[in-house]
């Protein structure tokens, strides 16, 4: 009754067509869920993402719910959740997310999640990390148990000026630290992060991961530049 009352004064809006959302439509309407640009990549061994990280670190498999494209869905929801702090949603885009994956024989055999950390200024900032908040909603629907707080971002980059190269380059591939790695012992682990561009970030990462123990690795995330 009172849910009903308040979507009277304050109605429920699709967050890309403003369109009113009915039923049990969350966030967004039927219709526009129905446009999201998937990729499908967990359909598909040897996919785009998959191939990205090549020669760089073994990932058992990889995956991203959309693809980005300017003007377009994906860049309207990433903007939900960077700047207007959208944090439910990026936990629903988790859960639907998740609900895709659940369908494909190897999500059964990872064990755990990870979000890649934000700088703690960042994190301030934006007041969530919409990598966790994605990974929560990925891990409600995949039911993994989610270590996200066994790896940190170094804070500060401490100053390149005074190291040798092999110094500054080695600073720059461990912005990331591992606490209790023995957690991640013999595990599959699911790494998640907002956008895979490069695939840099993830990569420095899984590195830090895989440098302190012995686990297995895949990656997904929300979004795909190609
Ligand atoms: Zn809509």
């Known amino acids: 009754m009172l849910n009903s009352l308040l979507h009277l004064f304050y109605p429920n809006l699709c967050i890309t067509c403003n369109n009113s959302l009915v039923g049990n439509e969350k966030h967004l309407c039927l219709g526009c869920r ?33 693809y980005f494209n300017q003007a377009g869905l994906t860049q309207q929801l990433l903007h939900q959740l960077k700047y207007k702090g959208n944090e439910e949603l990026a936990d629903f885009l988790g859960v639907i997310y998740g609900q895709k994956l659940i369908q494909t024989i190897e999500t059964n055999h990872i064990d755990g999640i990870i979000a890649v950390p934000l700088h703690v200024s960042k994190l301030r900032k934006r007041g969530y990390n919409q990598s966790l908040a994605f990974a929560n909603g990925l891990s409600k629907s995949l ?9 940190s971002r170094k804070t500060a980059t401490q100053t390149q000026t005074k190291k040798t190269r092999i110094e500054r380059w080695q600073n720059v591939t461990s912005i990331f ?14 790494l998640v992060d907002d956008v895979i561009t490069t695939g840099a970030t993830l990569e420095s990462c899984a590195k830090a991961i ?7 690795l895949s990656v997904a995330s929300i ?4």
Do not use: M
């Open 143 to 151: 039911k993994l148990t989610n270590y996200s707080n066994v790896i």
């Open 34 to 66: 129905l446009q999201l640009p998937e990729t499908n990549f967990h359909l598909e061994k040897e996919n785009q993402v998959e191939k990205t990280f090549w020669g760089r670190i073994p990932v058992e498999r990889a995956f991203a719910f959309l």
């Open 223 to 226: 979004a795909y530049v190609n």
């Open 210 to 216: 895989k440098d302190h123990c012995n686990c297995l």
């Open 177 to 190: 630290s591992v606490t209790e790695p023995e957690k991640l012992e013999n595990k599959h682990i699911l």
